[in-house]
Structures are given as C-alpha cells and as structure tokens.
C-alpha cells in the first residue's frame, strides 16, 4: 500500500506563487498532481515518470513546474502566475507500470493522498 501526504496548500493573491509537495511512502513509477474545483470534475494538472520525464496540462503550462526526487520519494509542484481559476483542492497521486500523462484518466491512479487547498483570490 503506498501512502502519499501533501502539504503546502494555502491562500494567496492572483500572481502570487505556491509550492506543494508530496511525499510517498515508497517508490513508485508514476506519480502525478490533480486537482478538483468545486462542482468541477477532478483534472490532470502534471504526471512525473521515475526517469524524470514530464506531462503539464495545457492550462497550467509555462506557470506550473512538477518535479520529483526519487531518493526522497517526493513530488513537487511549484505554482507560479497563480490565478483564481487555480483555486481547487490539489491531490497528489501515484501508481506503477506505466506513466499517463497530465491529460490521461484520474482512475488510472489507484494511491491518493487526502489534498491539499489551494485558494487564489483576485
């Protein structure tokens, strides 16, 4: 059972920056970042492969950077450019085998932490 926590969700200006981070109990060969608004379905925002490789989500490229350090089993999300349409709870999530990218089906990811708030206000 792989166990994932994040952390560093909270509130911020438009234009402002945040960064999440999550940590996994073990290793895993995929790890991603979702997030889900309101009365909004859950959303790809960014896939990390073990070997590093990257998938953004069109609507967050050029603002939001994800990245992982597999020694740590931790992911990261930096937010840059943040805009109030970012205002969703962030989940991170983890599976094996193989690494969908940002825009694949949330259900491929059996392992979820519990979220993380993120607010920006206008």
């Known amino acids: 059972q792989v166990q994932l926590v994040e952390s560093g969700g909270g509130s911020v200006q438009a234009g402002g920056s945040l960064r999440l981070s999550c940590q996994a109990s073990?290793?895993?060969?995929?790890m991603g970042w979702f997030r889900q608004a309101p009365g909004k379905e859950r959303e790809g925002v960014a896939t990390v492969g073990r070997s590093g490789s990257t998938s953004v989500a069109d609507s967050v490229k050029g603002r939001f950077t994800a990245s992982r350090v597999n020694a740590e089993n931790t992911l990261y999300l930096q937010m840059n450019s943040l805009k109030p349409e970012d205002t969703a709870m962030y989940y991170c999530?983890?599976?094996?085998?193989?690494?969908?990218?940002?825009?694949?089906?949330?259900?491929?990811?059996?392992?979820w932490g519990q979220g993380t708030q993120v607010t920006v206000s206008s």
């Open positions: 073990v290793d895993t060969f995929c």
């Open positions: 999530a983890a599976k094996n085998l193989w690494c969908p990218g940002a825009s694949g089906r949330w259900s491929d990811f059996p392992y």
